[in-house]
């Protein structure tokens, strides 16, 4: 079962990319489904639920199977009870496998906050849930292990949801490698807008230029906004003018501390304090390694900081320097708890959404498109995942068959790719394959 998870080419469709058959290769008493679509304006995660809940129940057996889980939970927000209860019926009376319902807050997908809502379990600091006995997969990945398994399918697809300053926005399930140039346009533009994209959830999605991007395996979404909104404007902030700006006015209130969802569940993550500090840079500063326990999950930055600062940026920039020179933090090994204040601080995801100026986008719902009209090419990033890139395995020229091994994985952390579609291989770089759509 894990070499066919390994030959399919899955990683972890939540954004982080890790390979599934290295995560899935460890023994846990706990499996967790985060269903919990975290960030606002997606609905990908809705949308599978609802069409496929059969199988992503089998593809939970299937992953309990082989981590030897006792017990599974499927995390789900209030927001998705529907979801729940399509999935409650098919569970039955079984107490093997359980639905939990998640706050409508932010960021209760978060893995390691995930956990802790539904087992009480805390994350060590600088640990993975593996130190506490849990698994966790974004239920996308599950589904795709049950494609592998059930169906001898490869992981050329994903669903994704399009949505924005757009005229009709979208959840499809889209092949790996269409231009987000391609989308936008069956997204319908609007007139006079100079478009960007952010490729993901409005919260930890990156920014990409529209003629740039395209869906990889852990693209959950496309926003497409315009430059001069406040989001894109909020993420495009240069580093010096970040910390010029930190040093300034900072003015050590502590919102962004209070707010941090690590602080939350007790890790020693102190944005305020690094804010403080940050003007000198000294690296040989102990404080600045508590960089590494921040998830970026974007709270200080988009919604707690009263004057506009940005502490995930500082936090992004001081891990950068830390591993450019190879350096990482030895954490102690101490007791976590969550702080008793903790319940009243969890941010509604509704007023998040609202601070971000995209509260007219969420009053939007996108219809289900059960088919897209594909491109005359896809360009198939190979590094796409956690670890080393793949090793491409097809030439300028070549003939390649749907779902088609075109990349091979480079090591035990890596990931295979396949042709989403037949055609021709019609230009080879470092890392990309193009092929040109057989129509």
Known sequence: MLNQIEQAGIIGAGGAGFPAHVKLGAEADIFIVNAAECEPLLYSD????????SEIIKGIDFIKKLTKSSKAYIGIKEKNSDCAEILKKIIGDRKDIEVKILRNSYPSGDEQVMIYEITGRIVPEGGIPLNIGVIVNNV???Y????????????????????GDINKPFVAEIPVGVSFSHILELAGKKPGLNYIAVDGGPMMGKITEVDKGFIKKTTSGIIFLDKKSILIQRKTQNIKNVISQAAATCCNCVTCTDLCSRYLIGHKMEPHKIMRAIFNQNLDNKLFETAFLCSECNICELYACPLNLSPRTVNVFLKDEYRKKGKRPEWDKRELSAPEFREGRLVPSERLINRLGL????????DFREKVEIPEKLYIFTNSHIGAPAEICVKQGDSVLKNQNIAVKNGNVSANYHSPTDGIVSEVQENLIVIEVKK
């Open 46 to 53: 809705k949308y599978l639920m609802l069409n496929k809940s």
């Open 140 to 142: 996308e990945t599950v």
């Open 144 to 163: 795709r292990v049950y494609n592998a398994l059930e169906n001898k399918k490869p992981f050329t697809k994903r669903y994704v949801t399009v949505t």
């Open 359 to 366: 509260g007219s986008f969420s009053k939007i719902k996108p």
